[in-house]
């Protein structure tokens, strides 16, 4: 159901004074009118909880986006246009009474109505089923909601049947934000659109896959969410299993919704499960102490604001993931992520095989396999690590490992990247879901993270701790060194 980008739309957005709006929300669709592609006659209601006006609301957004959007990008004649677009409703969520608002408010009932519902996942239900009760919406009405979809395989459930009550899979477009990554889509150019590579991407040639999301911030005033979550369900279960699909799908028949999502499922449903016994060598979670952070001294996990000293949440993860089906049998994914890391980085890193026969000097054997490292964030890119012979007179065949480079910002130095929300803001106003997530991808994500989860609690082990600043327990170097590898670090 790809719609005409230019239609007008109705945006009605729950949670509209909430961080993700502010932060994220609002500045992708100023973007969007900048860049010119909100189309003349589309509205946005945005819908909370809090008295003020509708001037009351403009006046604030207009201060949010000059604080969030950059200076270079910041143009105010561009914010005041847009942000005419925009009328504030107070509306407690919960109350039917209330939403005979949202149908006055649509005086165009031919625009595309979307809904996006950037609230707890607790009210996704509510929201949808008042919505209907007061024939706020229709059959062509498209929702967007944001993760967390649940905590556990079985609320996830409740909530997409909530949802399902209501709304019909296709006007469903569940966020992972990592897929409006510019360089995550690029996975799929990559992968797809040069032979060079689909031609290698299997057990034959690819000895195992590194999948690292770094992050070098703390828990940032969110202590009680996370605490709930951990690392394991706040990134394993959707933005690095995302990748790790991305990855190891096969190629899809066509760049259509459900072609993407089809193989992508396939993929989770391959997922070798982690038993107990498999724990020690496959897992490893930790969580941080006190250390630095960009130079400067930073508390513990235990000693953040509002924290309970008690928990074992953990703030990191490293695993192994394999795969059991034809193309990836025998080729592990490491897969690693955490809080207050040295750095924020996520990368991917392609180990391929060695040739099968090598006539080199044998001291230098080691450098003998191909890498293709992909940078998502920051400096995004690729570089594909090849070998040829070092130069001079003296070095006979010495070999010299060089990167093929391709860093975006400047072989594409005009082009912006643009944040993941305004790319999938734009793909929700084309009625296109091909960067959103299916419900079966969640159900499966979590039917594989709740199987960890459970053998944690099982076991009764806490998390090992690393101190802050560094690159987790130290257990996560030696679950790799066992396997004869290390992580990989850029010289
Ligand atoms: C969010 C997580 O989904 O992704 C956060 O809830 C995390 O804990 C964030 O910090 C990371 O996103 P990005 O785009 O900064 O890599």
Not at 337 to 344: C, F, I, N, S
């Amino acid at each position: 159901m790809v719609k005409n980008a230019n239609a007008p739309c109705d945006l009605m957005l729950f949670g509209a004074l909430g961080d993700l709006a502010q932060r994220k929300l609002f500045p992708a669709l100023y973007q969007l009118e900048r860049a010119g592609l909100l189309a003349q006659g589309s509205r946005i209601l945005a819908i909370a909880r809090t008295k003020a006006t509708t001037a009351d609301v403009r006046e604030q957004l207009f201060e949010k986006l000059r604080y969030h959007v950059k200076d270079s990008e910041f143009d105010a004649g561009v914010a005041n246009a847009f942000l005419q677009r925009v009328d504030y409703l107070l509306l407690d969520f919960t109350d039917p009474d209330g939403y005979g608002a949202l149908r006055e408010w649509r005086d165009e009932p031919n625009n595309e109505l979307i809904v996006y519902m950037a609230t707890p996942p607790s009210m996704y239900g509510v929201i949808a089923r008042n919505m209907k009760a007061t024939s706020c919406c229709n059959e062509k009405t498209r929702v967007v909601v944001e993760k967390p979809i649940g905590h556990d395989l079985e609320s996830s459930r409740v909530i997409n049947d909530e949802l399902g009550e209501v709304y019909h899979e296709n006007q469903l477009f569940r966020i992972d934000h990592y897929l409006g990554k510019e360089t995550v889509q690029n996975l799929i150019a990559l992968r797809f659109a040069n032979n060079l590579f689909a031609s290698q991407w299997d057990q034959n040639h690819i000895s195992h896959v590194e999948i690292t999301v770094a992050e070098s911030v703390g828990i940032e005033g969110r202590w009680g969410y996370f605490d709930q979550a951990g690392q394991i369900r706040d990134m394993i279960q959707n933005h690095l299993l995302q990748l790790l699909c991305l990855m190891a799908m096969d190629p899809p028949a066509d760049l259509s919704a459900d072609s993407i999502r089809d193989e992508k499922v396939k993929v989770l449903k391959a997922l070798k499960r982690i038993t107990p016994d498999m724990m020690d060598r496959y897992v490893v979670r930790g969580q941080y102490t006190a250390g630095t952070s960009n130079g400067k001294p930073v508390p513990g996990y235990l000693e953040e604001e509002d924290a309970n000293k008690g928990s074992a949440t953990e703030t990191f993860v490293a695993l192994k993931a394999e795969i059991d089906n034809w193309r990836w049998s025998g080729v592990p994914f490491y897969i690693r992520t955490g809080k207050r890391l040295p750095e924020k980085l996520s990368q991917i890193i392609i180990h391929f095989k060695p040739a099968p026969h090598y006539i080199f000097d044998p001291d230098q054997k080691h450098l003998a396999n191909n890498k293709l490292i992909i940078r998502l964030q920051p400096d995004e890119g690729m570089a594909l690590k090849i070998l040829t012979k070092d130069q001079g007179l003296d070095k006979g065949m010495r070999l010299r490992q060089g990167p093929l480079e391709l860093t975006f910002s400047e072989t594409f130095e005009a082009e912006r990247i643009p944040d993941a929300y305004e790319r999938l803001l734009w793909e929700v106003m084309k009625g296109n879901q091909y960067l959103f997530v299916r419900r079966d991808e969640v159900e499966y994500a979590w039917r594989w993270v709740d199987e960890i989860i459970a053998n944690w609690r099982d076991s009764g082990e806490p998390p090992k701790r690393y101190a802050a600043g560094t690159w987790g327990p130290v257990a996560s170097i030696a679950m790799i060194t066992r396997d004869g590898r290390s992580w990989y670090e850029d010289a």
